[in-house]
């Protein structure tokens, strides 16, 4: 991931928290979909990764950009209405590095 994109995770993180925090529902977007539940969120998370990958089949690379901006952008609420952070994904991503996603899956606890 180049330098930037981690700076515009951080970025979408701290605003997302910041709206969190603040509660506005009827001021922003990421605080009425707080409102209305950690379901709702997960619902629309679900909604984004179907338009991705509609985008992604359709082979409309921009399209799909857009698609896959909503996705992270749902995911960054999800990631911060439960208390987790950008850097515990990242964590865990560079603990399965140089694992093979087979032998990843396959250790996972069921």
Known sequence: MSKAMGETLGRLEAVIHDRLAAGEAEASYVASLAAKGRGK????????????????????D???????????????????ERGLTWDMIAAE????????????KAGRTQ
């Open 41 to 60: 969120i997960a619902q629309k998370l679900g909604e984004e990764a179907v338009e991705a990958v509609i985008a992604a089949v359709s082979e409309d």
């Open 93 to 104: 991503l560079d603990r399965r590095h140089g694992t093979s996603g087979h032998a990843e």
């Open 62 to 80: 921009p399209e799909l950009i857009g698609e896959a901006s909503d996705l992270v952008f749902h995911l960054s609420i999800l990631i911060a």
